[in-house]
């Protein structure tokens, strides 16, 4: 894996709402670069503009002047090729009507031969463990069989990089430590680029490379914390080495720190 090359680079971005009449500013001055095969989290607190800043990252929102995002060696006004957003809200993401691997396919139609599509989601169903339930319809599928086939669609389409906003949030415990996994596995095998938000310190610091902190109103990045936990990781021996509670311990800090 190099951390080293960029995928994305972002510099001085900014993102203002208009609301009513008014200005509000979410998001200021943010300056990071995300390296290729990185996996990043960002955390913050309720409302200060994570999932904002995934959509810059795609170009889905307008940037303030001076700003600059850029993916590869483009700069972003629109989602690059090879980018793919995942949701929490996987039920209103798959189409009820569709079997599950018609829902996979949705990437793809259109984009690929029929013969490579019908590979490329037989592949995505095996590495999410649903390879028998191509026939299935989603909604008889549990909320983690759901998310799976959300993260199955978005594999489907061989992304370089996933950008996950609390992909697991709505998860039980038990789901989503099997999820996180998962992910790790799925990274480990594509060496895909993941930026991913979340609110919870456990899951950022176990799955994550580095964890950016963003805080304040408008928001800037407050804290960039390195995680250099071993790999493979491990839910029990992970989560009980000293390093790691030393982690938990200060990216929690990070996040209660006050705003400034
Ligand atoms: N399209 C929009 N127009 C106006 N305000 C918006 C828009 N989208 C988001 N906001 C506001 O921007 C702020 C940041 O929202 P965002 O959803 O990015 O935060 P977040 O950190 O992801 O929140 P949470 O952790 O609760 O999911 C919030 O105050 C929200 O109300």
Sequence with gaps: MTLNSPSYQVVNLGVDFIVGREKKSILSELNFTVGKGEFLSICGPSGTGKTTLLRALCGLVATTPGSLVRYAEDEVTSPPEGVVLVFQNYSAS??????????????????????????????????????????????????????????????????????????????????????????????????????????????????????????????TITHEIGVDLPRPRDQITTKESDEYLKLRHKVHQAIHAVAP
């Design 94 to 219: 798959l189409l009820p009507w569709r079997s599950v691997a018609r829902n996979v396919a949705l990437g793809l139609e259109g984009k690929v031969p029929r013969a490579e599509m019908n590979e490329r989601i037989s592949r995505a169903l095996e590495l999410v463990g649903l390879a028998g339930s191509k026939k299935d319809y989603p909604w008889r599928l549990s909320g983690g069989m759901q998310q799976r086939v959300q993260i199955a669609r978005a594999l489907a389409v061989r992304p370089d990089v996933l950008l996950m906003d609390e992909p697991f949030g709505a998860l039980d415990a038990m789901t989503k430590s099997a999820m996180q996994d998962e992910l790790q596995r799925l990274r480990d095998a594509t060496n895909a680029t993941v930026v991913f938000v979340t609110h919870d310190i456990e899951e950022a610091v176990y799955l994550s490379d580095r964890v950016l902190v963003i805080n304040g109103t408008p928001a």
